[in-house]
């Protein structure tokens, strides 16, 4: 009798663990594919938004554009052809500004950006569509990590086309949002001499941490067990964990000067980020600006003269 009155209890409870095992295997398929699907802008809808977002600018891309000095570009890493855009400076230099954009998001979004190095200090710029955006195949967003050899791969591209023997070249990476995770992953990494120095605007500390904000922010869920499944299963899937792309511990091991930049009403990224990555950087220089009431990548859109002139005076000495 004991033993019948036991298998009644186990079989319920083995049914019911299943059952648990089984959403939570579903739930993590569906985060991955709802976080890292590739959603590739299309270029008018990137020019659209840019034109609502930063019209001060949209005088000097109108003008690259219909003037034929906005080119295409494309380079095959890893048998992909990714595809750029890079628009060469009035005059012949080897300055150059490597523009990263975020998430979802596209070269020609970066164009607004792109105005203060061309305009305003004569550089060239060269601006990627990252793996799985824009112009550029791919299934999965990488966040900012799984990129980064993509964008070493551009760096060589772009000392080798903008330099020459009489003007070495040298490059300043600036990222926005994901791209500012990319850039920061890069400032602590081995990096070829030509990188002088690095912009990052509002980037995350780590994937893991900009995760479990989200998750909590949309769905009111706590990182277990969801975000720990759903890690386990792009380690499985894609090659790479959450908890190893880590912006605040490239920081620690950073080698290149670099300028960071927040919105205080960041609620997106949230602002404490920019802190905890500002604590983490011993490298030879930096410099930290936390921008009054402005929300997610909109410092350059809401004060674009500050903006231009403290990326000028940060940059501009690193790349004499």
Not at 280 to 297: E, F, I, K, L
Request: charged share 15%; glycine share 6%.
């Amino acid at each position: 009798m004991k033993r019948r009155t036991l298998r009644w209890i186990l079989w319920p409870l083995a049914l019911l663990v299943v059952a648990v095992l089984a959403v939570i295997a579903w739930a993590s398929s569906f985060m991955l594919d709802y976080s890292l699907t590739a959603y590739h802008r299309p270029d008018a809808e990137a020019l659209e938004r840019l034109a609502e977002r930063s019209p001060q600018a949209v005088a000097w891309v109108d003008s690259v554009r219909t003037t034929g000095a906005l080119h295409d570009t494309v380079v095959s890493i890893g048998g992909v052809d990714n595809h750029a855009i890079y628009v060469a400076a009035a005059q012949p230099t080897g300055r150059t500004a490597m523009l990263v954009h975020g998430y979802h998001d596209c070269a020609m979004s970066m164009l607004d950006v792109a105005s203060i190095y061309h305009r305003n200090m004569g550089c060239n710029v060269l601006l990627p569509d990252l793996p799985a955006h824009g112009h550029t195949p791919g299934d999965y967003v990488g966040m900012g990590w799984t990129e980064r050899d993509v964008v070493k791969r551009w760096i060589d591209v772009a000392a080798a086309r903008f330099g020459s023997a009489d003007d070495a070249p040298r490059i300043v990476l600036h990222g926005v949002s994901m791209g500012a995770s990319l850039v920061m992953n890069l400032a602590g990494d081995s990096l070829p001499t030509c990188v002088r120095c690095v912009v990052e605007d509002c980037g995350y500390t780590s994937v893991w941490d900009e995760f479990a904000y989200q998750l909590d922010q949309e769905f009111g869920l706590p990182p277990f067990p969801l975000l720990y499944t759903t890690s386990a299963l792009s380690g499985m899937k894609l090659g790479w964990r959450f908890g190893e792309a880590s912006s605040i511990d490239a920081l620690r091991h950073a080698t290149v000067p670099v300028l960071m930049i927040h919105g205080s009403a960041d609620d997106f990224v949230p602002t404490a980020m920019v802190y905890r990555l500002n604590d983490a950087y011993h490298g030879p220089a930096h410099s930290m600006w936390v921008v009054p009431g402005v929300d997610h990548a909109r410092s350059f859109s809401t004060f674009p003269q500050e903006y231009a002139s403290r990326v000028e005076q940060f940059v501009t000495p690193w790349l004499r």
